[in-house]
């Protein structure tokens, strides 16, 4: 059990040679024989299996405790509105160019209700990274009308993800094309804006009621 205990990351993203992209926060715990896993932030959950597994040896809330305590943190921002909370977060502020960056974004209802519908396409959650020159990501919203449930307090969260494409006849079509292969996020040198939106509407007329929500930060690679 040791053994593939030694196989997952200290954030949990990674497992042997294979990336994950997880649905939500990791978080790993290991008795005697078995590994148990939860991908989530209900804290009555965590707090059961610390206490009947011990702490987590890996997952999202020991590579924060870890980044906290030798100074590193993670670069995030916070912007609410409309009785929401909308955090977008990097790993690190300064990578070197093959260094693979994190990115990722939790969205949290706070206001009165103990749910809230939100209406939206797909995704609802979008990102975007651009150095304000020739590195632009775009990604296309699905326009297909979804209505989704979100619980008060509940802490939703969404990795960043390539989505795209390029075109076979532009002159910087290869590197597009390796850029669009490759699972992990690498980026060339320069100073880059990292952003992400809420696209959603608080009634179904979404054009009439956006959520108001964005988020920008700043990420520098080197050689």
Same mark, same amino acid.
């Given at each position: 059990?040791?053994?593939?205990?030694?196989?997952?990351?200290?954030?949990?993203?990674?497992?042997?040679?294979?990336?994950?992209?997880?649905?939500?926060?990791?978080?790993?715990? !290991?008795?005697?024989?078995?590994?148990?896993?939860?991908?989530?932030?209900?804290?009555?959950?965590?707090?059961?299996?610390?206490?009947?597994?011990?702490?987590?040896?890996?997952?999202?809330?020991?590579?924060?405790?870890?980044?906290?305590?030798?100074?590193?943190?993670?670069?995030?921002?916070?912007?609410?509105?409309?009785?929401?909370?909308?955090?977008?977060?990097?790993?690190? !502020?300064?990578? !070197?160019?093959?260094?693979?960056?994190?990115?990722?974004?939790?969205?949290?209802?706070?206001?009165?209700?103990?749910?809230?519908?939100?209406?939206?396409?797909?995704?609802?959650?979008?990102?975007?990274?651009?150095?304000?020159?020739?590195?632009?990501?775009?990604?296309?919203?699905?326009?297909?009308?979804?209505?989704?449930?979100?619980?008060?307090?509940?802490?939703?969260?969404?990795?960043?993800?390539?989505?795209?494409?390029?075109?076979?006849?532009?002159?910087?079509?290869?590197?597009?094309?390796?850029?669009?292969?490759?699972?992990?996020?690498?980026?060339?040198?320069?100073?880059?804006?990292?952003?992400?939106?809420?696209?959603?509407?608080?009634?179904?007329?979404?054009?009439?009621?956006?959520?108001?929500?964005?988020?920008?930060?700043?990420?520098?690679?080197?050689?």
């Amino acid at each position: 059990m040791e053994n593939d205990a030694a196989l997952v990351s200290t954030c949990g993203s990674q497992i042997g040679n294979s990336s994950i992209s997880w649905a939500g926060f990791p978080h790993f715990f !290991k008795k005697d024989s078995i590994i148990v896993y939860y991908i989530g932030e209900n804290e009555r959950i965590i707090d059961f299996l610390n206490d009947n597994l011990g702490e987590s040896f890996a997952g999202y809330s020991l590579y924060v405790s870890m980044h906290e305590h030798i100074g590193l943190g993670t670069n995030s921002i916070t912007h609410s509105a409309n009785d929401f909370e909308l955090t977008l977060f990097s790993d690190k !502020k300064v990578y !070197k160019t093959t260094d693979a960056i994190h990115i990722w974004a939790t969205l949290k209802y706070v206001g009165d209700n103990d749910t809230i519908t939100i209406w939206h396409g797909k995704p609802y959650i979008l990102f975007s990274i651009t150095d304000g020159k020739d590195f632009n990501t775009i990604v296309f919203i699905q326009q297909i009308l979804i209505e989704t449930v979100l619980e008060k307090g509940e802490l939703y969260h969404f990795d960043y993800r390539k989505i795209g494409g390029w075109y076979n006849d532009a002159p910087d079509a290869s590197f597009w094309e390796s850029f669009y292969q490759e699972r992990n996020l690498y980026l060339p040198e320069g100073e880059y804006t990292v952003s992400v939106s809420g696209e959603f509407g608080l009634t179904e007329k979404t054009s009439e009621s956006p959520s108001g929500l964005l988020c920008e930060l700043k990420i520098k690679v080197e050689q």
